[in-house]
């Protein structure tokens, strides 16, 4: 099977849908046993996803090992993302952030031992450092490329500016940033950045941290080891609140027979030929549903009615409890 293939920047070609990784090894309730993680991997790749995303701090660490097993033996055929950016105690676990160019370097170079690969497509910062100019950084991962470990540089939730003071240095391939239909705030200025210079656009959490998919409502518990249990906007109240977005959503997919997660990607993808959503999952049929996204396509009327009935609903709570907003490049 076959997806029709994206360009983000610099020419690097992925499927228009990706497979975000992280909630195989964390933040979303109890993991996955390895084998079913690397099988519902490789399913992704059967179903035509050739672009897989991860994290030296995921796990931390465990992620990368399995992301790397499971692509193993189709390497050639696929894009490897993954990050780096913070610093973590003789025990592995994270400390911060810290992308001074050593880190950078000692990240890469674990990154290509976990993943069993001698290249890393596309290494982003996992967030932006406030105490690295990010100049340091676009030039240690120019190092990186000049010596064959990185093939593409990638920014994650940094400002326009930093963008394009890192764009200047190393020309940035990516953005990864959340976007979705109930966090639309980089339509603003982030989206007009990037299409004037070239990047492409990743977003991430594409359906909500699953709100959107219709499967929470009010009744949803979630445990101490799911990252929602500390998000605003998973509350009560405000899953309550939120509910009005997904029911006018539910009307429109039922209309293209459709759900509304299938939906929320469509509309992702409609925005611009660039923009490449990595939606996770731990689940096969999940996987399936959202790689069916890709077939949905929007009218004008379509995207007309969603935009306008969207605009009509304010969604309620933060995105991110305040320690995690904190990293958030606002420069």
């Known amino acids: 099977m076959t997806m029709q293939p994206r360009?983000?920047?610099q020419g690097l070609e992925v499927s228009a849908l990706g497979?975000?990784?992280?909630?195989?090894?964390?933040?979303?309730?109890?993991?996955?046993?390895?084998r079913e993680s690397v099988d519902l991997i490789r399913a992704a790749v059967e179903r035509g996803v050739t672009f897989f995303d991860t994290a030296e701090v995921y796990g931390p660490f465990v992620n990368e090992e399995l992301v790397g097993e499971a692509l193993q033996?189709?390497?050639d055929r696929v894009?490897?993302?993954?990050?780096?950016?913070?610093?973590?105690?003789?025990?592995?676990?994270?400390?911060?952030?810290?992308?001074?160019?050593?880190?950078?370097r000692r990240a890469a170079e674990g990154s290509l031992r976990r993943l069993g690969t001698d290249h890393i497509?596309?290494?982003?910062?996992h967030r932006v450092d406030p105490d690295v100019p990010i100049e340091d950084v676009a030039g240690a991962v120019h190092d990186l490329i000049d010596e064959g470990k990185v093939r593409h540089f990638g920014l994650s939730e940094a400002s326009p500016r930093t963008i394009r003071r890192a764009h200047a240095v190393q020309p940035v391939t990516a953005l990864q940033s959340e976007y979705s239909l109930w966090f639309r705030s980089p339509e603003q200025e982030i989206l007009p950045t990037l299409a004037e210079l070239g990047i492409g656009f990743v977003p991430f959490s594409p359906l909500g941290k699953g709100f959107l998919t219709g499967t929470v409502d009010t009744t949803t518990t979630f445990g101490s080891d799911d990252i929602r249990s500390t998000i605003p906007r998973f509350t009560a109240a405000a899953r309550e609140a939120n509910q009005a977005l997904l029911d006018v959503l539910t009307t429109i997919a039922d209309r293209k027979r459709a759900t509304t997660g299938q939906l929320a990607l469509a509309w992702l993808l409609a925005q611009e030929p660039w923009i490449a959503p990595i939606p996770g999952t731990k689940r096969l049929h999940r996987l399936e549903e959202n790689v069916g996204a890709a077939d949905i396509e929007l009218t004008p009327d379509d995207l007309a009615e969603i935009d306008a009935a969207a605009a009509r609903i304010e969604v309620q709570g933060a995105r991110y409890p305040e320690h995690l907003e904190r990293l958030v490049d606002r420069s």
């Open 7 to 9: 360009v983000l920047g």
């Open 19 to 34: 497979l975000g990784c992280m909630g195989l090894s964390q933040s979303y309730g109890p993991v996955p046993d390895r």
């Open 73 to 75: 033996p189709v390497r």
């Open 79 to 104: 894009v490897i993302a993954t990050k780096f950016g913070f610093a973590f105690d003789g025990d592995g676990r994270s400390t911060g952030l810290s992308s001074r160019p050593e880190d950078i």
């Open 121 to 125: 497509d596309l290494h982003y910062q």
